[in-house]
Nanobody
């Protein structure tokens, strides 16, 4: 069974940094794309950053220049390095991946359980 597990969230002061990690496990044939989403209280879930297996990246305008996404396809991990954090970055951050499992050979979206990031003085 495919699983995504995030780690690295926590409380940080404005201007600080955090690194989120996400590990995929289970019967995985291929990972073609990994993404980070976030959802703040009372708001819709939004895409923060994405990366393809070929290394193409995309960022939301609000985080471009401050956040960096990376992916290690061999280790089946993605990381989100977050710098110059602002209070408005406070949210639950979710890992998402397009994975082809060995059980079905059809790509599908998988989600982690989320990790809380709080930016506050």
């Amino acid at each position: 069974q495919v699983r995504l597990v995030e780690s690295g969230g926590g409380l940080v002061q404005p201007g600080g940094s955090l690194r989120l990690s996400c590990v995929a496990s289970g019967g995985i044939l291929n990972i073609s794309r990994m993404r980070w989403y976030r959802q703040a209280p009372g708001k819709e879930r939004e895409l923060v950053a994405s990366i393809t297996i070929s290394g193409d990246t995309n960022y939301a305008g609000s985080v471009r220049g401050r956040f960096t996404i990376s992916m290690d396809s061999a280790a089946k991990t993605t990381s989100l390095h977050m710098n110059s954090l602002k209070p408005e970055d406070t949210a639950v951050y979710y890992c998402n991946a397009v994975i082809t499992p060995t059980t079905s050979w059809a790509p599908a979206d998988y989600w982690g359980q989320g990790t809380q990031v709080t930016v506050s003085a």
